[in-house]
């Protein structure tokens, strides 16, 4: 009986117990650390390839002689900084730079103040109010080239529809809206307005949804106005939403161009040209690519301080 479980047991001693081995944590974080970067590879490659050469070749160009002829041989020789000293001393980029201040500003103002009106508006329960916001999208939807055509014939001195309505109720029915000086800036700035509301309305009215609707009942037990309750609940709540939109407003309407273009053309006598504009004219119209470049330079920086403000302010928010 011995004999025969000796003999069976036997041989379990020839195989030994196998042994688990351990992972190597250095090795699996390298693993980790490679998906990682293989799914943020694609991205780094098309933003060095479609922002990054670009901006690059920029630079390079505004200090650099680059005329038409030197575009297609590809030798434009280095010329310091006469590129910018020629674009600074020129007046026009001062008038420019004035337009597009006076531009940018104006658009923010009457955008962010209609859009945060109809945005407070649109939270209150009303029959067709999904189908009101729904037709005021419709601006936002239209490419800005249409849309600059569209207000170009509306607002023409002779034939447009605006004159004709002021007309109809004895107002001056010959405004020339985009064929004086000194109106043309401001019926850009109008038609910019009409087109940016959108933008602000959906933004500000979805940050209103995140309010809280116990501290508007809150004030209203405690006998707040209206006035009261939207500046000490509803502007500070929102300040988040209201730094994304102004930020991100300021950096589309900095650079604008086809709407200028096809409602002006930077005119006239350049008293609606701008960076962007300027930009375009210097390039091509003129074809003086290293001027252009300078332009473009000039807009870049000023994007990307504001870039730099809004990341500023969204990680102080976040904290």
């Known amino acids: 009986m011995s004999t025969t479980t000796a003999s069976a047991t036997a041989p379990a001693a020839d195989h030994p117990a196998t042994t688990v081995k351990k992972p190597d944590p250095a090795r699996a974080r390298r693993r ?87 945005a407070v508006f649109f939270t209150k329960r009303f029959p067709l109010n999904g189908v009101l916001r729904s037709l005021i999208l419709l601006p936002w939807l239209v490419p800005m080239v249409v849309s600059g055509i569209v207000w170009r014939r509306i607002l023409d001195q002779d034939t447009g529809v605006l004159n004709s309505f002021l007309d109809t109720f004895g107002a001056s029915g010959a405004t020339p809206w985009l064929t004086s000086p000194g109106m043309a800036l401001f019926s850009v700035i109008l038609v910019n307005i009409w087109i940016g509301i959108p933008f602000n309305m959906v933004i500000l009215y979805g940050g209103l949804q995140e309010v809280p609707k116990e501290l508007y009942e809150a004030a209203s037990l405690d006998g707040a106005s209206a006035w009261r309750t939207f500046r000490s609940i509803t502007l500070p709540l929102l300040k988040p939403v209201i730094t994304v939109v102004l930020v991100l407003g300021f950096m589309s309407t900095v ?65």
Do not use: C
């Open 32 to 118: 980790r650390r490679l998906s990682q970067w293989g799914f943020i590879a694609p991205a780094v490659i098309f933003m060095v390839l479609f922002f990054g050469y670009p901006l690059v070749r920029n630079v390079l160009m505004s200090f650099q002689d680059y005329s038409p002829s030197t575009f297609f041989d590809g030798k434009a020789p280095f010329n310091g900084t006469d590129n910018w000293s020629k674009v600074f001393q020129d007046d026009l980029f001062g008038k420019a730079l004035w337009h597009t201040v006076v531009f940018t500003i104006g658009s923010l103002i009457g955008q962010f103040g209609i859009g945060l009106a109809l």
């Open 255 to 319: 650079k604008i161009l086809d709407l200028i273009l096809a409602l002006t053309d930077g005119g006239p006598a350049d008293s609606t040209q701008t960076l962007g504009t300027l930009t375009y004219q210097n390039s091509f119209v003129q074809l003086d690519f290293g001027a252009g470049a300078v332009v473009g330079n000039v807009l870049i920086l000023i994007s990307a301080v504001f870039a730099v403000f809004y990341l500023r302010a969204n990680r102080s928010e976040g904290k």
